[in-house]
């Protein structure tokens, strides 16, 4: 099973990223797929996620309107489109794999910075 994330990097407040997390070894079309993100000194942190179908999405309040979760079930892959960051969105990015009878599948994390 491998969970591979990539697309951070260093952008300037206002700016855009958009991440990708490839997914392989597992059924990825029956998972929930999620983003979680941790900041230096702080606990991990749901950021969004999407049902196993792509129909539905959540988001967490601090990321609305500026993030936008999708998956194709096809490439197995799951992206995070981040839009307006601010200095605050500075983290470790994690893809996750969730199901609720199966363990938890997590990626290697991708370093998102924000700052000018």
């Known amino acids: 099973v491998q969970l591979v994330e990539s697309g951070g990097g260093l952008v300037q407040p206002g700016g855009s990223l958009r991440l990708s997390c490839a997914a392989s070894g597992f059924t990825f079309s029956s998972y929930v797929m999620r983003w979680y993100r941790q900041a230096p000194g702080k606990g991990r942190e749901l950021v969004a996620a999407?049902?196993?179908?792509?129909?539905?999405?959540n988001y967490a309040d601090f990321v609305k309107g500026r993030f936008t979760i999708s998956r194709d079930n096809v490439k197995n892959t799951v992206y995070l489109q981040m839009n307006s960051l601010k200095p605050e969105d500075t983290a470790v990015y994690y893809c996750?794999?969730?199901?609720?009878?199966?363990?938890?599948?997590w990626g290697q994390g991708t370093q998102v910075t924000v700052s000018s």
């Open positions: 999407i049902i196993s179908a792509g129909g539905s999405t």
């Open positions: 996750n794999a969730h199901s609720t009878w199966l363990p938890d599948y």
